[in-house]
């Protein structure tokens, strides 16, 4: 397989936090050798109790043609035994994530997320790709400014 190079993604994110629920879109274009643009909708609610926070939420990633073909299509070239050659098109992967959080101190967070991510069809047929789901867990730490 060609290598596939990273790139620099540009463009722009808007949250909308509500009584009820908070949503945010975000837009973003490769810049580079990486091609394509992606789209991702969200909808969440913080539930706290003291320094605990549980945060359910629910997500939707369209990704174009280019990225698709860029990071799971298979050109003629790269054609072997068992890998056909694939050209992928538009894509949605559907997120499903819990984010449990505890405030060790003011202004300090520590966090585990959790996540189960539904692959797009353009996706899970590629020969790239044995699995039409992928499941992901983060931990991190958070400074609030």
């Known amino acids: 397989m ?3 190079k990273g790139g620099v993604w540009v463009g722009g994110a808007v949250t909308w936090r509500g009584s009820v629920i908070n949503a945010s ?3 973003l274009a490769a810049t580079g050798d990486a091609e394509g643009k992606r789209v991702r909708l969200e909808l969440n609610r913080q539930f706290q109790a003291g320094a605990v926070t549980i ?3 629910v997500a939707a990633q369209w990704q174009d043609k280019k990225f698709v073909d860029y990071y799971y299509g298979v050109r003629t070239s790269e054609v072997r035994a068992g890998r056909a050659a694939y050209a992928g098109d538009a894509a949605t992967n559907v997120e499903l994530g819990l984010r449990f959080g505890y ?3 003011p ?3 520590v966090f585990v997320d959790l996540s189960a991510t539904g692959l797009g069809s353009a996706i899970k047929d590629s020969p790239l790709v044995d699995r039409s ?3 992901g867990i983060k931990a991190g730490y958070l400074y609030s400014f």
Do not use: K
Request: proline share 6%; aromatic share 0%; no cysteine.
């Open 2 to 4: 060609a290598e596939r």
């Open 25 to 27: 879109a975000e837009v």
């Open 55 to 57: 945060t359910p939420r």
């Open 103 to 105: 405030a060790v101190a």
């Open 107 to 109: 202004r300090h967070t």
């Open 133 to 135: 789901n992928q499941a």
